[in-house]
């Protein structure tokens, strides 16, 4: 209970302060003039003036409000090495319990740090923050941390705590440990395809004196160099890079005798792998109808080099024209298919029949080239089924299928076949979920027999109208009909022929998204989605790796025709590994190498200065082998909170007013009888 005095004027406050003045004034009259009474006098103007103030007795009645102590449980991975995590269980109950005992104390328990997939680096200070958030500055009466010392988001001073309470550090861990750690220097982002990119690094040891390490470096999970090297010296590593989009690197290096952990041994590198430019050699047989399809297609794609001709004078049609005359250029056939094949990524013989401009050992040269992992596209109409077809030609032997020599010109709707549904570059086309196709009518189809290539589209009849194949590193396609110009100009609606021909031309590029058999990691926010594009009916088992080295087995669903998924929960962050036992994929869960994992041996230097300036101090719990874990000491005032053997918390005298009693004493009978007491005793004293 505290008790006091309040007042509530009952004029304005200069009215007070006049009186008090004349007050003043007439007293010192009273004095000067040594008139009898005086003192009578001085009381009773006195009390008429702090009649007008209106004072109150007060009384309030208050409840003691407990100090709140805050106890931060390091959860992160690193917490996992070695011994800490007993260490923790074990600090956590005693504190606990000899924080309960601590009368007027609340305590508040946060588990911080545990791994989630999303944020990266111990966050002790914001658990800290959010647990202290509703506590008002006077009422904190500190907080204790039990964690390894490898915090990432220490303040800079100890006015950003937001409290002046003790801070203490218990550190879990040994004080000798030993660790191995990779780390990067230097490493792009980005890098062109077929072109080395150089990552700079080194070799750390902690704990262990400099030594040789074995260094393996793998590019997408397949091992590409092996060297040894010195701790502690810059190294570089060059890397190809071998296809467009993710090209993942992973630097390992060989384990540390008794060191803590192998988690950071290895590093990894993400370089997006881009085209300087992609090359393509478009060669028209002659003017029709479509040839503009195909040239907008490609000139309308900045990353495409597009070097088109058209045969507008081929050697049968000679009259006669003197060379000089002519408006053509002639055909670069041994510049194109001798000299510089091998700069294009695609070429693309749209109907085209022999007719003499190109020799056969050029199409030798091109066949060979498929072979060594070029393209070819080949978007046939009336030529190849004729007598001077490319066929008959040495492209017979990678060309995916065979002309009869008929041709149909009846009206058909193009249809996906069932592998064409699975396939990429076909799966999903606008319009093919509906039956028919909700697509226009082509009116011309070659025919072919003997198809040993992939046929993902159909004609009438169920004949064969774009086939897939692979020759070796290669790839090629052969596309029966020359009427997809039909959708371009919007007949009966048209179709999609951009989306169809973009991905066609990209999946003969080897674009890694189009490919028929591939195993992907999917990331999006804490979601890790493995995906299996296949052909096949069903799929194998999936074992996925986390960064911390643990194994899980997934069983995938088919989500559409071709594709099959599983998604979980990632809680890890860092580079996740998948396979079904032939293919590997490798996604990363956050950032590529998680401050979690940068340095993990445990220390007091990182939190001592921070809590020193709050009174507090950074210790160990490990004393041999045993913990030391110190009493925790109520203290009202002082400079310093910790001791040999103790830690102390700062207990406040924080209140809160249950109750207010108030009594004027001007009011009622009471200010009555002092008024008129004073004007009585004065008169008595005049009366005298």
Do not use: C
């Amino acid at each position: 209970m505290n008790l006091g005095i309040s007042f509530a004027p009952l004029v304005p406050p200069y009215v007070i302060w006049a009186g008090i003045a004349v007050t003043a004034v007439l007293v010192l009259m009273l004095f000067a003039a040594r008139s009898r009474g005086a003192w009578m006098r001085a009381i009773a103007l006195a009390l008429m003036v702090l009649a007008l103030a209106n004072p109150s007795f007060t009384r309030e009645d208050r409840d003691p409000i407990p100090s709140v102590a805050a106890l931060i449980v390091d959860k992160s991975p690193s917490q996992d090495f070695g011994d800490r995590a007993k260490q923790t269980e074990a600090a956590r109950a005693a504190l606990t319990e000899r924080l309960n005992r601590i009368p007027g104390l609340e305590l508040r328990t946060v588990e911080a740090s545990e791994p989630d997939g999303e944020h990266d680096g111990t966050r002790l200070f914001s658990a800290l923050s959010s647990a202290l958030a509703d506590v008002p500055p006077d009422r904190v009466a500190g907080a204790i941390m039990i964690t390894d010392g490898r915090i990432h988001d220490i303040p800079a001073d100890a006015a950003a705590l937001g409290f002046a309470a003790p801070l203490h550090a218990l550190i879990t861990g040994q004080p000798n440990e030993r660790d191995r750690r990779v780390v990067l220097t230097n490493a792009p982002r980005f890098g062109i395809v077929n072109q080395p990119q150089t990552i700079s690094f080194r070799i750390e040891d902690q704990g262990a004196s400099s030594g040789a390490v074995q260094i393996t470096v793998r590019r997408d999970g397949e091992e590409i160099e092996r060297r040894t090297a010195t701790v502690h010296t810059d190294l570089k590593v060059n890397v190809p890079i071998k296809h467009a989009g993710q090209n993942i690197i992973e630097i390992e290096a060989s384990p540390l005798d008794n060191e803590l952990t192998l988690v950071n041994n290895r590093a990894v590198v993400s370089i997006d792998g881009v085209r300087d430019k992609l090359r393509v050699l478009l060669v028209s047989g002659e003017p029709h109808a479509g040839e503009r399809t195909w040239r907008n297609l490609l000139k309308s794609d900045a990353s495409v080099d597009l070097v088109h001709f058209t045969i507008l004078r081929p050697p049968e049609k000679q009259d006669g024209t003197p060379i000089n005359e002519l408006s053509l250029i002639a055909f670069p056939t041994r510049e194109l298919f001798q000299q510089k094949i091998s700069e294009f990524q695609l070429i693309i013989f749209d109907r085209y029949a022999r007719q003499g401009v190109l020799p056969l050992v050029y199409f030798d040269n091109i066949a060979n080239y498929v072979r060594d992992g070029g393209a070819v596209l080949i978007a046939a109409g009336p030529d190849y089924a004729s007598p001077t077809s490319i066929w008959r030609t040495p492209l017979d032997a990678i060309l995916p299928a065979e002309p009869s020599g008929a041709m149909s010109e009846t009206p058909f709707r193009a249809r996906l076949t069932d592998l064409g549904k699975r396939h990429p570059v076909t799966r999903g086309l606008e319009g093919s979920q509906s039956d028919p196709p909700h697509w226009s009518r082509w009116f011309r189809l070659v025919d072919t027999r003997r198809t040993t290539g992939t046929a993902v589209m159909e004609g009438g009849n169920g004949k064969p109208l774009l086939v897939l194949g692979r020759q070796d590193a290669g790839r090629v396609a052969l596309l029966l009909s020359d009427h997809i110009w039909l959708w371009a100009r919007g007949y009966e609606d048209g179709g999609p022929h951009l989306d169809l021909l973009r991905r066609l031309s990209h999946w003969l590029m080897k674009q890694p998204d189009l490919e028929e058999e591939a195993l992907r990691i999917l990331v999006r926010g804490r979601d890790l989605t493995v995906q299996r594009q296949t052909m096949s009916d069903s799929v194998n088992e999936i074992t996925l790796t986390t960064p911390g080295g643990a194994e899980r087995k997934l069983t995938l669903q088919s989500k559409e025709p071709g594709v099959w998924n599983a998604t979980i929960k990632a809680d890890e962050l860092g580079l996740w590994r998948a396979t079904d036992g032939k293919l590997t994929a490798l996604g990363n869960v956050g950032p590529a190498n998680p401050r979690e994992f940068t340095e993990v041996t445990s220390t007091t230097d990182g939190v001592r200065a921070l809590a020193e300036a709050t009174g507090g101090g950074a210790r160990r719990l490990a004393d041999g082998n045993s913990l030391a874990i110190p009493r925790v000491v109520p203290v009202r005032t002082s400079t310093t909170y910790k001791g040999d053997d103790w830690i102390g918390l700062k207990m406040r005298d924080a209140s809160v007013v249950r109750g207010i009693g108030v009594l004027p004493i001007f009011a009622g009978l009471i200010g009555l009888l002092l008024l008129v007491g004073a004007l009585a005793l004065t008169w008595a004293r005049e009366g005298r």
